[in-house]
């Protein structure tokens, strides 16, 4: 009887399960919109208890639309949104207060304290990240203040804390297994990079009892087997990877120097580094690739906040358009964006600029501009940022990239892929499936319980798709690009 690996991707605006088969390729995939809530400005949470139904949800729909049962799957991978914080009761399994997502802004005082303290340095050569919100430290911090006796109740080791992937191992194996991956760890601002374990000091400085984490494991091996009240057998997990991490993989970028950009909600590039940290010395990050067996792979990352979320605000909040592919028709209705840009810094700047506190700004509106030049504009926005990154990642790495793989819900935008080709000089290649994040997942669960071989089984199954090149001259790209950086450096002094 033939099997199947399934993969869990929570997303910050969606949960979805996908089934693969042994030629990866995908058989059944179901999906439940994830309400997001915005009590005040730059402020983002998520119910973590909607988290779980609709994971469980998701898993059960994608299993019936293949017309298979539980029995099929042999294993389970999860890939999760990352630092999206959650703090539950380990008795209950109640969580304790809202999931703080990773865009929110709301624990920012901790981190300014600590940088007024001097501690960035130090949390740089530890972690590879910066003193900023997005990261979970500062808003277990925030958790553990706002809720009443909570930080009494973690000493006391009654509470949990977990990134999305480990409360939902939590949640799958009946409460029994506290655990994490290096993936989602080293994404704290609490583990140390170099010892892939969580740091003394920094538990010290942020005063976050130890009993209140999860345990770091590998990203690809059996943590435990899903609760048998849940879905009548017991399944292995055996992958937990962060989504970004996840895409990586599952675009096959194993070797070093191999780079991939996801544009979801919001924009993430990643390079391998194999074995070795690289410090970045223009505003990337460096987390944990994943880690199988021995083998543990760094990668350097910048990640962007705001992406498609800039394409839901054209939908939801300006209301100029119906759908997200709308976008694309409706910015080849215009000859250009006619000297408009739009900085989507709605929760503040990340990679390579790091301000919080900046905000979203439009420039260059004439009396001639439509809601075309305003959508296309936006379109842009999110190839101008990204090759903010690819800069300062070629910088950091010295090398020139020619290729650049991509994915995530935008990348379908072929006027946004021949956008980033043109403005970053260079070929995009864009895989023929679009979940390379769950794919991402699925191998690394298919490797731990032996459903794939090896990596080459995996490099063997792989399929691309379209390809874009450069189609604009230099002095086009200059102008365009002299532009955009006219408009982020305003924005960031307003
Ligand atoms: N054709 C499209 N053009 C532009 N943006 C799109 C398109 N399709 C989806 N998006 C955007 O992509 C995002 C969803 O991508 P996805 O990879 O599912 O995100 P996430 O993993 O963050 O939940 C949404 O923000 C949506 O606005
Ligand atoms: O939910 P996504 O896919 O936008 O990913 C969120 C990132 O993991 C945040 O770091």
Request: glycine residues 8%.
């Amino acid at each position: 009887m033939e099997k199947y690996i399934l993969a869990i991707d929570q997303g910050t605006t969606s949960t979805r399960a996908i089934l693969f088969d042994k030629h990866g390729n995908l058989q059944a995939t179901a999906q439940r919109e994830c309400e997001n809530f915005y009590p005040q400005p730059s402020w983002v949470e998520q119910n973590a208890n909607t988290i779980w139904s609709s994971t469980v949800g998701v898993i059960s729909e994608a299993v019936a639309a293949a017309n298979l049962k539980m029995e099929d799957v042999a294993a389970i991978g999860i890939t999760n949104q990352r630092e999206t914080t959650i703090i539950w009761d380990k008795l209950t399994g109640q969580p304790i207060y809202m999931a703080i997502v990773w865009q929110s802004r709301q624990s920012d005082c901790y981190c300014q304290e600590m940088k007024q303290k001097g501690y960035e340095p130090l949390f740089f050569e530890k972690t590879g990240l910066v003193l900023d919100p997005y990261f979970s430290a500062s808003k277990i911090r925030y958790i553990l203040d706002h809720v009443e006796g909570a930080q009494a109740r973690a000493e006391r080791g009654e509470l949990c804390f977990g990134t999305v992937d480990s409360f939902l191992i939590w949640k799958l194996t009946g409460g029994k297994v506290h655990v994490t991956d290096v993936s989602n760890a080293s994404r704290t601002l609490l583990m140390n990079l170099h010892t892939l374990d969580y740091d003394e000091e920094l538990l010290k400085l942020w005063n976050i009892p130890r009993c209140l984490l999860p345990e770091i494991k590998d990203t690809s091996c059996v943590y435990g087997l899903s609760d048998a009240s849940l879905f009548g057998v017991q399944i292995p997990i055996a992958a937990a990877v962060g989504d970004q991490q996840a895409a990586l993989f599952g675009q096959t970028c194993y070797a070093p120097g191999s780079v991939k950009n996801t544009y979801g909600t919001g924009c993430f590039l990643l390079m391998n580094t194999g074995s070795q940290i690289i410090h970045s010395k223009h505003g990337l990050l460096s987390c944990a690739g994943w880690k199988i067996g021995s083998e543990i792979n760094y990668v350097l990352e910048g990640s962007v906040f705001v992406a498609g979320a800039a394409i839901q605000w054209l939908r939801d909040g300006l209301k100029i358009i119906q759908d997200s592919s709308e976008t694309y028709r409706r910015s080849l209705a215009v000859k250009s964006s006619d000297g408009v840009y739009v900085v989507p810094a709605f929760t503040g700047l990340g990679a390579p600029y790091w301000l919080p506190s900046c905000r979203g700004a439009i420039f260059g509106l004439t009396r001639g501009t439509s809601q075309d030049h305003l959508i296309r504009a936006t379109l842009e926005s999110l190839a101008y940022q990204t090759e903010d990154v690819l800069q300062a990642m070629q910088k950091d790495a010295g090398m020139k990239l020619t290729a650049l793989k991509v994915d995530g819900g935008a990348s379908k935008n072929d006027f946004l892929m021949q956008f980033q080709s043109d403005i970053s000089n260079c070929d995009v290649h864009r895989s023929l499936i679009s979940e390379t994040t769950a794919l991402g997942a699925a191998c690394l669960a298919g490797l731990a319980v032996g459903f794939w071989k090896d990596k080459q089984e995996i490099i063997d199954n792989f399929k691309s798709g379209s390809q874009f090149t450069p189609t604009i001259d230099e002095e086009e790209r200059s102008k365009l690009l002299e532009g955009w950086h006219r408009a982020i450096e305003a924005a960031m002094k307003f």
